[in-house]
Nanobody, 123 residues
Framework: QVHLVESGGGLAQAGGHLRLSCEGS?????TGWFRQAPGKDREFVAT????????YYAESVKGRFIISRDNAKNTVYLQMNSLKPEDTAVYYCAASEGVIFTTGETPYEYDFWGQGTQVTVSS
């Protein structure tokens, strides 16, 4: 069982930045970030594998967000820069054991989820 704890959410202004942390995830096969805005489906944001230097981003965040990990702290991060009001959502991290992992874009490829952290971007 993998226990994931997100932190780092909060309020930011458009153009600002936040860094989210997901403790408990760095040693999983892969770790992803998703987000869910009110009334919308959960949306893929970014993912990375632990064994190779591979990352993948949604088009909406490519060039603005960076996913990374610190193995010593067993933590995966999501650095969010140039924030936009449309980035407002609850952000979730998820860990995959790799059994059905392909691109990492769908929630079904992940086995464990954190509780979520709210990110609000004001215009």
């Amino acid at each position: 069982q993998v226990h994931l704890v997100e932190s780092g959410g909060g309020l930011a202004q458009a153009g600002g930045h936040l860094r989210l942390s997901c403790e408990g995830s760095a040693h999983s096969f892969a770790t992803g970030w998703f987000r869910q805005a009110p009334g919308k489906d959960r949306e893929f944001v970014a993912t990375m594998k632990s064994s190779i230097p591979w990352t993948y981003y949604a088009e909406s965040v490519k060039g603005r967000f960076i996913i990374s990990r610190d193995n010593a702290k067993n933590t995966v991060y999501l650095q969010m820069n140039s924030l936009k009001p449309e980035d407002t959502a609850v952000y979730y991290c998820a860990a995959s054991e790799g059994v059905i992992f392909t691109t990492g874009e769908t929630p079904y490829e992940y086995d464990f989820w954190g509780q979520g952290t709210q990110v609000t971007v004001s215009s």
